[in-house]
């Protein structure tokens, strides 16, 4: 999946660097669930994970002109039964940031699962103090449809989830 400033591909061995440093960056990682340090062999276990996986995908976003990596979207959970699967998207790469690049580069993967995927349904959480991304999400069309209570520990308090959809039909 590309258009005229990025490129989607699927993530490889030599990615795993930069991906560590985004997971373990302080600004990033703030939004999700708290993570132990991860030795070199775990890291090589996680994406042997991610490459053998049939129900999930993990996708590298690249500049066309850099080659700088920029962020990565995560689909997950790829129900081809019930026609539906979740979400993720982190621009780790900050000089990237508000330049629109994170919704051009959702456009491309949610349509691609609408119309050539033949997904129904795509679904996410994001943390209900991470207003930024809620607003967002809501931006790109994805609607609120509940709090998952207390569903992390961060920071010495429990924090919840918001639950948002977008349905085909209601693409923006
Ligand atoms: C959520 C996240 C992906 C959004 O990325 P982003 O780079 O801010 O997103 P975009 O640039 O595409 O859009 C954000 C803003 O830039 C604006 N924008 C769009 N095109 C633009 C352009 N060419 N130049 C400048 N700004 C632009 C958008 O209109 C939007 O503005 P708004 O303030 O009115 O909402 C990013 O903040 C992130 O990685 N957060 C950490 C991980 C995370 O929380 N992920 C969500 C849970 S899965």
Redesign the pocket.
């Known amino acids: 999946m590309k258009n005229k400033l990025i490129t989607i591909r699927s993530i490889e061995e030599k990615d795993l660097n930069v991906i560590q440093s985004w997971n373990f960056d302080e600004e990033?990682s703030k939004?999700f669930s708290p993570r132990l340090p991860i030795s070199s062999n775990e890291q090589k276990k996680w994406f042997e994970g991610q490459v053998n996986s049939p129900s999930k995908k993990k996708l590298i976003i690249e500049d066309n002109q850099t080659k700088e990596l920029i962020?990565m979207i995560g689909i997950m959970n790829i129900d081809h039964v019930n026609k539906n699967c979740e979400v993720?998207?982190?621009?780790?790469n900050h000089t990237?940031?508000?330049?629109?690049?994170?919704?051009?580069s959702l456009k491309l993967v949610v349509d691609f699962l609408f119309y050539q995927m033949n997904m129904h349904m795509i679904y996410?959480t994001?943390l209900e103090n991470?207003k930024?991304?809620v607003?967002?999400f809501e931006?790109f069309g994805f609607r609120k449809q509940g709090l998952l209570h207390d569903i992390l520990f961060i920071d010495n308090k429990y924090q919840s989830y918001v639950w948002m959809n977008l349905i085909k039909e209601n693409q923006k």
């Open positions: 990033t939004y962020g993720g998207i982190t621009i780790g990237y940031l508000g330049k629109g690049i994170a919704s051009s996410l994001v991470n930024n991304a607003k967002f931006k």
